[in-house]
């Protein structure tokens, strides 16, 4: 079954703990994206990469990092330097270099920091 | 950077009514403007997209118009059905931009019955 997974579904963690959510998918897909969700906002872009071990930083980075060793994995780190981690976390993937093409999202995380 | 204003935020429409969707982008080199549907606790899903090279494309009861000069693009959804009720997200994206791809803040569509 082709899909993309994200774990966990929810997430608690206390102030000054890292977490890292995390992000699989078995679609081939070259490009793998993170986002942000808070209500009213939108997704915002956290990184993006577009290959194996490179990746960029989108528009909301600071506080977060990321990893691209294998091309079916993204794992995503929230540091406690991210000042307002309390979010939804989205994963997406899309296929070849293009900059078209539909992004295929994960169910997501919802992370609470206590 | 690319930034991609949404409006309205909020829509109440009348079962069998339309709806429309509006949305802005900043960056001329934008040329690809796909529109996600998000219900109730599901992921974004792609419902239609359309390119810098094209004017208008339809689905169904779904279109999407887009004004280059203008930088502006539309969602209208015609014949509204109570499963039309979600969250629309458009987006803009470019190659020059390294294939990012940027949301509006999204509108949030109630059909009532």
């Known amino acids: 079954d082709g899909g993309i997974t994200q774990s966990p579904k929810y997430l608690f963690r206390k102030e000054g703990q890292n977490v890292t959510l995390s992000c699989e998918q078995n679609?081939?897909?070259?490009?793998m994206y993170w986002y942000r969700q808070d209500p009213g906002q939108g997704l915002r872009l956290i990184y993006y990469?577009?290959?194996?071990?490179?990746?960029q930083k989108g528009d909301i980075a600071e506080g977060y990092s990321v990893s691209r060793e294998k091309k079916e994995s993204f794992p995503l780190t929230v540091t406690s330097a991210q000042k307002n981690p309390t979010a939804f976390y989205l994963c997406?993937?899309?296929?070849?270099?293009?900059?078209?093409?539909?992004?295929?999202f994960g169910e997501g995380s919802r992370l609470t920091v206590l | 950077g690319e930034n991609v204003e949404q409006h309205p935020s909020t829509l109440s429409v009348q079962e069998g009514d339309s709806a429309v969707i509006k949305c802005t982008y900043s960056?001329?080199?934008?040329?690809?403007f796909p529109w996600y549907k998000q219900e109730l606790g599901k992921r974004p899903q792609l419902i239609i997209d359309?390119?810098?090279?094209?004017g208008e494309k339809k689905d169904q009861r779904i279109a999407v118009t887009l004004n280059k000069t203008a930088k502006h693009f539309s969602l209208h959804i015609t014949e509204t059905q109570p499963e039309d009720s979600a969250v629309y997200f458009c987006?803009?994206?470019?190659?020059?931009?390294?294939?990012?791809?940027?949301f509006g803040g999204g509108t949030r569509v109630l059909v009532k019955p």
């Open positions: 997406a993937s899309r296929s070849g270099a293009s900059n078209t093409g539909e992004l295929f």
């Open positions: 679609l081939n897909h070259d490009a």
């Open positions: 990469s577009q290959i194996v071990n490179d990746f």
């Open positions: 960056d001329s080199a934008s040329n690809y």
């Open positions: 359309i390119r810098s090279n094209v």
């Open positions: 987006a803009a994206s470019n190659r020059a931009a390294g294939n990012k791809l940027t």
